[in-house]
């Protein structure tokens, strides 16, 4: 199998490296163990979490697993290849599984287990997924609950998540479709 070659924005290595520190700071400082960052629609989400899990093999010796949720198989399917490939290049550091729903996980040493959530809005907002309890969960998703209703941010708050928007500018026009 060939390395896993990914050349990221500067933005998108921003968001990988901010969503590691704040897991992993010290006791003085505060930690985000739940994040929900926006990342617009085809702007890298899934560099972002590959180069979360790259970092984690040198940042965070302690984790085990990390779960990379997926909202369906499609989206699964067409990631697959790249997290098989960034399973060689972190060997037995930690395993990767990828799932589909917040509500498939098996989490057997929770404080040893990171999650990274792709199209997060679709579990914690359509489905209102709980998020286990879990060393990090790590959220992505192009829905920015700061432009949406009260609703969103309240469910976001019950669960102690916090929201950050990732600085990465959308491209994307609707009306081009």
Same mark, same amino acid.
């Given at each position: ?47 972002? $979490?590959? $180069?979360? $899990? ?24 067409? +990631? ?47 489905? &209102? ?23 969103? &941010? ?10 950050? +928007? ?12």
């Amino acid at each position: 199998m060939q390395p896993l070659k990914m050349k990221l924005s500067k933005r998108q290595l921003y968001v990988a490296l901010l969503s590691i520190l704040m897991i992993t700071r010290t006791a003085t400082s505060k930690q985000q163990r739940k994040q929900f960052w926006t990342v617009p629609f085809a702007k890298g989400k899934t560099r972002i $979490a590959i $180069a979360i $899990a790259t970092t984690i093999k040198y940042k965070c010796s302690s984790i085990e697993k990390l779960f990379v949720v997926f909202p369906n198989e499609t989206l699964k399917k067409q +990631d697959e290849h790249a997290y098989q490939q960034l399973q060689t290049t972190v060997g037995n550091t930690f395993t990767i599984d990828l799932v589909v729903g917040l509500s498939s996980l098996d989490i057997e040493k929770p404080m040893q287990t990171v999650i990274v959530c792709d199209e997060a809005d679709y579990e914690i907002i359509d489905c &209102n997924a709980t998020v286990p309890k879990v060393k990090a969960f790590i959220a992505m998703s192009a829905t920015n609950p700061q432009n949406s209703s009260g609703f969103v &941010n309240r469910l976001l708050s019950i669960q102690k998540i916090t929201s950050f +928007d990732s600085g990465i500018k959308s491209s994307y026009n609707p009306d081009e479709r």
